[in-house]
């Protein structure tokens, strides 16, 4: 397909973004565990949010929920309670639907299947990628707008205006998937796009990959 990098290229890329992370991973305390039902609920709180702002509304959720059935079977109220740091209200009921959906019709088991998993409320392509390369290890690719950037400005890839969705993207991102460790590929990618490759003033003077 045109636009699209070989697979030479994205291997050396990924090994490079690879190298770079072991010095530079950024540490938080959904990327300690590979308890699939925490990763989700990190995902899910991680949208359209910093992950320094999920951090201490991370720590304090599970200290008041274990599983998904006390997510499920607990108040609105408690729930706004222990997410208003995050902000973005909608989120609250989307917890109590996925939650209620995993219990239900899971027996409060995170599926292991993309198929399954998009069938959760508030779940898309992305959080079904992280869930599945974090938590049960399989080769999911992700693509965000962070993603969808650094795949731009290395490959020089052109984009729609809705580059997450473009198939070409996707395609590349599956490719980058395709490693050992596909769930520290992801999370390398995530931390170059958020250290290195930013959306304004990226350090590209000082970026690994800048010379090819």
């Given at each position: 397909m045109d636009n699209l990098p070989s697979s030479k290229r994205i291997r050396k890329f990924r090994?490079?973004?690879?190298?770079?992370?072991?010095?530079?991973?950024?540490?938080?305390?959904w990327r300690s565990t590979r308890n699939p039902f925490r990763i989700l609920i990190a995902e899910m709180m991680l949208q359209r949010t910093r992950a320094n702002q999920v951090e201490k509304v991370y720590r304090d959720f599970f200290s008041r929920f274990k599983t998904a059935r006390d997510v499920a079977s607990a108040s609105m109220k408690e729930l706004r309670k222990v997410l208003h740091p995050l902000g973005l209200r909608w989120r609250v009921k989307k917890f109590r639907?996925?939650?209620?959906?995993?219990?239900?019709?899971?027996?409060?088991?995170?599926?292991?299947?993309?198929?399954?998993?998009?069938?959760?409320?508030?779940?898309?392509?992305?959080?079904?990628?992280?869930?599945?390369?974090?938590?049960?290890?399989?080769?999911?690719?992700?693509?965000?707008?962070?993603?969808?950037?650094?795949?731009?400005?290395?490959?020089g890839m052109r984009t729609s205006k809705e580059g997450r969705r473009d198939r070409h993207i996707i395609e590349t991102a599956g490719k980058y998937a395709l490693c050992r460790?596909?769930?520290?590929?992801?999370?390398?990618?995530?931390?170059f796009g958020a250290l290195i490759c930013t959306p304004i003033n990226p350090d590209c003077n000082n970026c690994f990959l800048s010379n090819g």
């Open positions: 090994r490079r973004i690879l190298l770079w992370f072991n010095h530079h991973k950024r540490n938080y305390p639907e996925m939650t209620s959906v995993l219990v239900n019709d899971f027996n409060s088991r995170v599926p292991r299947t993309r198929e399954e998993l998009l069938k959760l409320p508030g779940v898309g392509d992305y959080i079904t990628g992280m869930v599945l390369s974090l938590a049960y290890g399989k080769r999911e690719w992700i693509v965000d707008s962070n993603v969808v950037r650094v795949f731009k400005r290395y490959f460790n596909t769930g520290k590929a992801n999370m390398a990618l995530l931390d």
